[in-house]
């Protein structure tokens, strides 16, 4: 990952994972919702 700027790099969520069932876990989990932009 040295070729991805560390603005991205920051804006990252790693989950790391066994295997591919935690993968799905993750990916198909609800999304979070931001309590400050929803009350916009």
Do not use: K, N, S
Not at 12 to 28: F, G, I, K, N, W
């Amino acid at each position: 990952m040295d070729d991805v700027p560390a603005e991205i790099i920051e804006r990252l969520d790693v989950h790391p994972v066994a295997d591919v069932r935690e993968v799905l876990d993750v990916a198909l989990e609800p999304a979070r919702v931001d309590t400050a932009r929803a009350a916009a």
